[in-house]
């Protein structure tokens, strides 16, 4: 059974390898060089300083999958607005954990008085939108060829949740 819990230091090694598989062979996350540990344990820093939370997917002891928001824009005005973020290992996606991590992010973003998520999807990954959509997300945006990514233009799609 996969357990979903707050994300710890000793978790950051296997959040590490699922991010990296994702920027180097998906369109899911637009950075084009892996990142460090080093990086990640910045990153971490960031989201507890912040006071976001990183959430866990663990199966038999591995973790499978992580999830986490993040400030939407640096202003002020934006405060009770966040982006999300979920991720599950190549062997684990198809399997239900993204729809443990985002339940479980959205009542978390409750707890911390957010107003909205948005989440930016690559427009052709039909999976991660249809994630978002049962969960109450609905498209609001579509910008045409503001990334670029293994030699070509991609589009991205904001969808948001109003809590």
Same mark, same amino acid.
């Given at each position: 059974?996969?357990?979903?819990?707050?994300?710890?230091?000793?978790?950051?090694?296997?959040?590490?390898?699922?991010?990296?598989?994702?920027?180097?062979?998906?369109?899911?996350?637009?950075?084009?060089?892996?990142h460090t540990l080093e990086m990640r344990e910045?990153?971490?820093?960031?989201?507890?300083?912040?006071?976001?939370?990183?959430?866990?997917a663990e199966l038999n002891g591995l973790v499978?999958?992580?999830?986490?928001?993040?400030?939407?824009?640096?202003?002020?005005?934006?405060?009770?607005?966040?982006?999300?973020?979920?991720?599950?290992?190549?062997?684990?996606?198809?399997?239900?954990? *993204? +729809? !443990? &991590?985002?339940?479980?992010? %959205?009542? /978390? *973003? +409750? !707890? &911390?008085?957010?107003?909205? %998520?948005? /989440?930016?999807?690559?427009?052709?990954?039909?999976?991660?939108?249809?994630?978002?959509?049962?969960?109450?997300?609905?498209e609001v945006a579509h910008f045409k060829e503001?990334?670029?990514?293994?030699?070509?233009?991609?589009?991205?799609?904001?969808?948001?949740?109003?809590?």
């Amino acid at each position: 059974m996969v357990n979903v819990r707050n994300a710890t230091e000793e978790d950051l090694p296997a959040m590490l390898e699922i991010y990296n598989e994702i920027i180097i062979n998906t369109m899911a996350v637009w950075h084009e060089q892996p990142h460090t540990l080093e990086m990640r344990e910045e990153w971490f820093s960031q989201k507890k300083e912040q006071g976001f939370p990183v959430l866990v997917a663990e199966l038999n002891g591995l973790v499978v999958g992580f999830s986490t928001i993040a400030t939407f824009r640096p202003w002020s005005g934006f405060r009770f607005t966040v982006e999300n973020s979920v991720y599950v290992r190549p062997e684990n996606r198809g399997q239900g954990v *993204a +729809k !443990l &991590l985002l339940p479980a992010l %959205i009542d /978390a *973003a +409750k !707890l &911390l008085n957010i107003h909205a %998520i948005v /989440a930016g999807i690559e427009a052709t990954n039909e999976v991660s939108i249809s994630l978002h959509e049962k969960f109450g997300f609905i498209e609001v945006a579509h910008f045409k060829e503001v990334g670029f990514k293994f030699g070509r233009w991609m589009d991205l799609k904001f969808l948001e949740l109003i809590l």
